[in-house]
């Protein structure tokens, strides 16, 4: 009993000090560990999904090769399968999307940084995030319901009295205007994007320092002069970025598009009133009832096919920046 | 505003969930389905000792069944009365015909369900010999928006066949106007809707149109999926319904149910005799019956474009899939009793549900398949 009670005392008195670094060590080297796991749980996951995908579609992969990026004909009877109609509805709504989304958020972004009073802003910045928090389904049944028939009533036949006498840009417009095609989608998926973008490029507008505007202003400029000679070169790259992140959003964007974008995959066209298809609303659509072998293959491969063409976007926007950033230097994220 | 809402509810539904429970209760189905039904009663009557009224001893406590969405409304009715009866729970995910034959195959469910009969491909990916066990039957009708349209529109397997292929564009093509003079002034192109997900209703549709038009058969041929010659995808028999029912001059196909519960316009199709038929379940249980003399061994049989006056030509059965030889024989005993159950006491809940009843020699046929199911060789239909 006395020896018990003694051991206890005789290491506190006596090894104090080693003890206590003994424990540092432990719980620093732990630690480490720890984040060293975790830190590899990502990789580790996206090694196991490009490996599952790899081997679910090497059936795909081995009987079509190449041709199943170029091929435009998607027949699960006759096991022919090409991925190009939804390869081409993917990127073409993705770019819509773009165009349409970029100007309005940057506009918007600098509205609130440059111009709008301090009572404004922070009202109106959490609108926006609000946007952001609103689920894919809510948007796609808002285009389905409200979005498409005015589009198919007022503002496509408009577009095409406008756009149809002149020569190339008539090509946009062809088609009868049925409510179902890239355009809607596009649209839809700006405004999915909107905050996205709009967000990220108001941080990076705030974050150009004020010295550089005051500065700017004390030489005389007009605040669109300081807009466009000092706030927007600084911010170039931040807004890349950010435009980038709303794309890759809109890649992969399911649910919204397969509602309003007519889930054809007949023709490839590049006029914005054609039913098309996309990558994601295939397989979203198509796995489920996918029985044959090779017919699964094709849809796992179309997964990878979707994370190829994300990828490639993401090299080339980095590319960009990179490129971009080489200018002033600017505030990035 | 409500209509609108309930027109999102239904096409939210095949998205967000596929638990049978959700799908549509209906309220205005047909009302004739008794005459075929008063022969199968007297069939089972016949068997007299055969009526499964209680739990079995010995017998397993839950089944797990998974695939076709077509007959999802059906056995959730089934499997809510047969638990009533038997105390047995069957647990029913209708995720889609291939998602049955899957799940089959892997043998990760008791039984599969399945709108279209699995081909020899499957068949041999399967672990053992599989049965198909014809269930019930359904209608496919044409549902259209076409607002001069005062009767119904009349369509024979040629235009039907000619619309979805894309060859005729228009309401007031000179074939459509043939047979729908009320069509003559109406120069609106077709909007042609399908289905986009992969479906037992698309597989007997395309099925439909292969047997009528050599051109679909070629060019497109038949499957749950198929490369579709023109128009849009929606999702599930709700999304066409809505989308028929929001496009003006638009045409889908969809489940018999769909179309009256939204009351959409339902075409009249010509059949294999001539004679124009408005889709009922008569015609379909019609179908069924001119078949069965020459139905296959195996039940694998496609009962579209069936001869007879009143056949509906566009009908299908629905099959349950399972493995002839069991390896548990708690479980071979509780499936092969819901079997012989829903067959035979099951038929009658059909026609509330715009299901049409089997024929009687079908269920003599599904008799036989259910008493060849047996574990390591002996019979597991314990007879009552």
Redesign the interface.
């Known amino acids: 009993m006395s020896q018990l009670q003694a051991s206890p005392r005789n290491l506190i008195t006596h090894g104090h000090r080693p003890r206590l670094r003994a424990r540092q060590f432990t719980l620093d080297s732990g630690f480490e560990f720890v984040v060293r796991a975790l830190a590899l749980v990502p990789l580790a996951l996206m090694i196991g999904i490009v490996a599952l995908l790899l081997l679910n579609a090497s059936l795909a992969i081995v009987r079509y090769g190449f041709h199943f990026l170029l091929d435009s004909?998607?027949?699960?009877?006759?096991e022919?399968f090409g991925a190009a109609p939804f390869i081409f509805g993917t990127v073409f709504t993705s770019l819509i999307a773009l165009i349409v989304a970029l100007p309005i958020a940057l506009g918007a972004a600098l509205f609130l940084s440059e111009y709008a009073p301090a009572w404004l802003r922070e009202p109106l910045a959490f609108m926006i995030e609000l946007l952001a928090a609103i689920p894919s389904?809510i948007y796609g049944?808002w285009g389905?319901?409200v979005l498409a028939?005015i589009m198919r009533g007022s503002v496509e036949p408009l577009l095409k009295n406008l756009l149809a006498p002149i020569p190339v840009v008539s090509a946009l417009v062809e088609g009868?205007t049925?409510?179902?095609d890239f355009l809607i989608a596009g649209i839809i998926l700006a405004i999915m994007i909107l905050p996205t973008i709009l967000s990220i490029a108001r941080a990076v507008l705030q974050a150009v320092p004020q010295a550089q505007r005051e500065g700017m202003l004390s030489l005389g400029a007009t605040p669109w002069e300081t807009i466009q000679h000092v706030v927007l070169p600084y911010a170039r790259p931040g807004i890349l970025a950010a435009s980038l992140l709303g794309l890759a959003r809109a890649l992969g964007e399911t649910?919204a598009v397969?509602?309003v974008i007519?889930?054809?995959?007949?023709k490839i066209s590049p006029s914005l009133f054609t039913?098309g298809?996309t990558i994601a609303?295939a397989i979203a659509?198509?796995f489920?009832?996918?029985?044959?072998?090779v017919?699964f293959s094709a849809i796992v491969e179309l997964a990878l096919v979707l994370l190829l063409v994300a990828m490639t976007m993401n090299v080339l926007a980095r590319l960009l920046i990179a490129r971009v950033s080489r200018g002033p230097k600017g505030a990035r994220l | 505003m409500l209509r609108q809402f309930v027109l999102f509810v239904s096409l939210l539904m095949p998205i967000v969930s596929c638990s049978p429970s959700d799908a549509p209760k209906p309220t205005s189905a047909p009302a004739t389905t008794s005459v075929p039904q008063a022969s199968t009663s007297t069939s089972s009557a016949t068997q007299g000792a055969v009526v499964i009224n209680g739990p079995f001893a010995g017998e397993a406590k839950t089944l797990n069944g998974a695939g076709a969405t077509f007959p999802a409304v059906l056995y959730t009715k089934w499997f809510n009365e047969y638990e009533k009866v038997t105390s047995v729970k069957v647990n029913y995910q209708s995720i889609g015909s291939g998602g049955g034959i899957k799940g089959l195959q892997d043998a990760t469910v008791d039984f599969g369900a399945t709108d279209g009969p699995m081909t020899d491909e499957q068949l041999q990916a399967a672990k053992s010999a599989v049965l198909h066990i014809p269930m019930t039957l359904g209608a496919i009708v044409l549902t259209y928006n076409v607002p001069e349209a005062k009767s119904p529109i009349q369509l024979t397997g040629e235009t039907i066949a000619g619309i979805f292929l894309g060859d005729i564009k228009k309401w007031n093509d000179a074939k459509l106007v043939a047979d729908n003079p009320d069509l003559k002034n109406v120069g609106k192109d077709i909007v042609v809707v399908h289905r986009s997900d992969g479906s037992g209703t698309s597989f007997a549709f395309t099925d439909y149109l292969s047997a009528v038009s050599d051109a679909w058969k070629s060019k497109v041929g038949k499957g749950t999926s198929v490369n579709w010659p023109t128009g849009l995808g929606a999702k599930g028999n709700e999304g066409i319904a809505g989308e028929v029912k929001q496009s003006p001059y638009a045409i889908g196909y969809v489940e018999l149910i769909y179309a009256t519960q939204n009351k959409l316009g339902v075409a009249d199709v010509k059949n294999k005799a001539g004679k124009w038929v408005t889709p009922s379940l008569d015609g379909v249980t019609a179908s069924a019956a001119a078949m069965a003399e020459r139905v296959p061994e195996d039940l694998r049989v496609s009962i579209v474009n069936a001869a007879g006056d009143k056949v509906y030509p566009i009908s299908t059965f629905t099959w349950i899939i399972v493995y002839q030889n069991q390896t548990d024989k708690a479980k071979a005993i509780a499936l092969t009793r819901l079997l012989w159950w829903a067959t035979h006491d099951g038929q009658k809940f059909s026609g509330n549900l715009a299901y049409a009843p089997l024929p009687d020699a079908i269920v003599k046929k599904d008799e036989a398949k259910i008493m060849s199911i047996g574990v390591n060789g002996t019979p597991a239909f314990p007879g009552k």
Request: aromatic share 14%; net charge negative.
């Open positions: 004909m998607w027949d699960p009877v006759f022919q389904i049944l389905l319901f028939p009868p049925i409510g179902r649910m397969t509602m007519g889930n054809s995959s007949s039913p298809y609303s659509n198509q489920t009832e996918a029985d044959k072998a017919y």
